[in-house]
């Protein structure tokens, strides 16, 4: 049933348009999805999608502009004249998607844009949209929704839902208010069709009253929208102000796409890469995006070789050989730590835990491992033909970093937390050079004192 | 609105629970939901959660079961008989949440579960759901929907969706079928409001045939049930077999959590963490999960210890200093490269780009990020008095290795997908590890080429 895009059908598009045979571009759009068809416009040469984009029907060319990425967006849009864009694509959709849309125009094109709009209530709830701050339940919410007054009868009620219905792509809920706007409840649909026949039953008779109706107020971040729709299996949630007042409703297909942006990001702070970008960016974009975190791990690498200079290298030259496996088991735990625990901040299964009982726990953890792990590399070492001082003084020496490197990764996204920093900077490469200067220190350490305790020339003992 | 649950609640229960306080515990959980009820239980000692579980009104307990984590519910379900568990939690959840908790159970005692059911449409319903494989749109999917027949005029419709709506917690959608259960298309509450006093009016007549009915098959895996809900942004999916039979639908509450768990475990692979796991896990757990990236990691070290012992450091030691620089920055720029590539398999943008192109963009993306780091690196390492020999032999040494990491990062996981293997799993560990190795090869071999070629004393022009 899922359409798959073929890169025939790309260059099938690219021939038509080139050979003027625009019936045929039309043919192969029609019954495509909006979405589908903004996907196919991604695919397309910059000029070809221009011309596609204005072979399409009126009505669908609004909701495939929803639904393509931002810059796509943004290149169709500056060929639009403000008319068009008020007329032809704000007029056609859904009054969030036309506030996002907006908002991404010039200033001087916006206020164009908003004085052609012919209905004035559109262009007021938009201009009310405007002003929510990004990233909040304001600007995430639509005004579409249907909404019955307490005080009628059903038959009057069904009357004015038959009218709002004409807005509202998806009704989910039927919101009750007094006659200051103010959210009493939801009416049932069930309850509707029961009543529908009788013209005397009033909305108030009929209608639930929630003791713990869920809202949200438009100041919100949109995160905890996402959570609070997740934990409460919701469909739509009703947008009210400090009066109770109904402003509007957030859907669950918006929050899908923050839910997945949100997991998006997390996931490239762990890896490494400090803009939201894609593998088909400009090559500077990506570039740019990754070198933050590579500056970060340069200046690691030149803490690291002076950490190692202060050691006197040159006389315990085979000291050298396990420094990449102390660093990148720092490095390691270090990092699996820090996910654990900002997976925890997220789903807020961490909120009732003391520090102390985190730390304590990531002790265990990290003693059990390093344990396990000393002492596989203690037999493998010794089996491998490294010389004995040297296999005890790694096995001490990890057993040592593998604890740092668990306390420190619970430390420090907890630490972030705490003075309301995105926990997922510290995962990724902050972490691992981190951990490697302090594996690098500890490391030597534990030479020394072995070399000053136990043997002096264990270096001697190497194959 | 948001409920946020406090230390001093869940001691206040406790300690209400210890005193035999039963009225006051009832009280304070009377207005919470289900899922803000699971939340406390989910923070209460093993024996008051138990307690507490009992004196829940029998209706809420049903649905905070089906909120509750894993293993929670499996230890309330053992304290309940078969009967109990088909009359007071089975009769009261929809069919998906049914089937999924049965499938919880042991073998003997699923059955003596579904031989209590006294309905047996939904005995029925809930052995079928059982038959589909774990992670499949069979799986997801509830039974529990609105239909009705072609044939039937809008008053036995409205007449028959009264009944229907009994079991239905969401209406969503109002699928038409024909005689055999084919599904035909949808129903809108619009046309059926604006018709609901008319009692001729026919189904046929008012209902709409789409082109496009987005459906899929209960084979169809639930990832990609997510990916098409969240492309088309629908609230509910209809499931049907091949001949077109409607089998159930498929909500968007639950692909949400399909949506999250799949975020979760992508971070995780790429934090080296193999099991899903929790902060809140018992220690042997987390350390299971988290040893093997951490052997792999050990394996690594090994054979790097391996290799610089090859290239002879007893006669170099001055190249010892650079190891933890050379490795920590392959580790990174794989990472990048790889993260890249996995999000971009996940959203599919990636999959009209050739192989070609893909690593010859990656390899300007490793070209502009290895001049601009090895430049960096010959100032500041100049600067900070290594010798220049050596700052030479490091920075040329970092750019091969940022180019070779950066293809490396995008070729596995890409080479991953094409063997129907999970590409994330390539993040990670694995690619630092990789990347370690091959990094103290190309490090070690520049430098031999620059003692060889132009400064065979250059170790000595170290401070």
Chains 1, 2 share one sequence.
């Not at 201009?127 to 005080?151: C, F, P, Q, R, S």
């Not at 088909?280 to 690291?304: C, E, H, M, S, V």
């Amino acid at each position: 049933m899922s359409f798959e895009i073929t890169k025939e059908l790309i260059q099938k598009i690219e021939s038509d348009v080139e050979n003027g045979h625009d019936n045929a571009v039309t043919e192969v759009l029609r019954d495509l999805h909006p979405a589908d068809i903004a996907e196919v416009l991604d695919d397309l040469s910059t000029t070809t999608l221009s011309y596609v984009y204005r072979l399409l029907d009126k009505e669908i060319a609004a909701d495939v502009l929803v639904e393509l990425e931002e810059d796509l967006r943004e290149h169709l849009m500056k060929s639009l004249t403000s008319k068009e864009i008020a007329e032809e694509v704000i007029d056609r959709v859904n009054s969030d998607d036309a506030a996002d849309m907006i908002a991404e125009l010039p200033t001087e094109k916006k206020e164009e844009v908003i004085a052609h709009l012919e209905d004035q209530d559109q262009a007021s709830d938009i201009i009310d949209l405007l002003n929510y701050d990004d990233d909040t339940a304001g600007a995430l919410m639509a005004k579409e929704l249907m909404k019955v007054n307490v005080n009628w009868t059903v038959a009057n009620c069904i009357r004015e839902m038959r009218k709002q219905a004409a807005d509202v792509d998806n009704i989910y809920t039927i919101y009750v208010v007094d006659n200051h706007d103010v959210l009493l409840g939801r009416l049932s649909l069930r309850k509707l069709l029961f009543h529908a026949s009788s013209t005397r039953a009033l909305v108030s008779d009929i209608y639930e009253i929630d003791q713990q109706l869920i809202t949200v107020q438009p100041d919100v971040e949109e995160e905890d929208v996402a959570k609070m729709m997740e934990k409460y299996d919701l469909v739509s949630i009703p947008v009210v102000n400090d009066a109770g007042v109904l402003l509007g409703r957030i859907t669950i297909d918006d929050v899908v796409d923050v839910i997945v942006e949100e997991a998006e990001k997390d996931y490239q702070l762990a890896s490494g890469i400090a803009e939201d970008v894609e593998s088909k960016d400009q090559i500077w974009t990506l570039t740019r995006a990754r070198l933050p975190w590579l500056l970060i791990g340069l200046a690691g690498g030149l803490a690291g070789a002076k950490v190692i200079g202060i050691f006197d290298i040159e006389e315990n030259p085979m000291m050298a050989l396990f420094i990449p496996l102390i660093a990148a088991m720092g490095g390691n735990v270090g990092v699996q730590s820090a996910a654990i625990v900002v997976q925890g901040l997220a789903n807020k299964s961490l909120r009732n835990e003391k520090l102390s009982a985190k730390l304590l726990k990531e002790f265990g953890v990290g003693a059990l491992n390093g344990i396990i792990c000393s002492i596989i590399l203690l037999g493998a070492s010794y089996l491998l033909g490294f010389g004995t001082a040297l296999c005890f003084t790694v096995s001490i020496a990890l057993f040592a970093v593998i604890i740092f490197a668990a306390l420190f990764g619970t430390f420090i996204p907890l630490a972030l937390d705490k003075y309301d920093i995105d926990p997922a900077l510290a995962t990724g490469p902050f972490i691992t050079t981190a951990n490697d200067i302090v594996g690098l220190i500890i490391y030597f350490t534990v030479a020394q004192f072995v070399a000053a305790n136990f043997d002096p020339s264990f270096l001697a003992l190497l194959p």
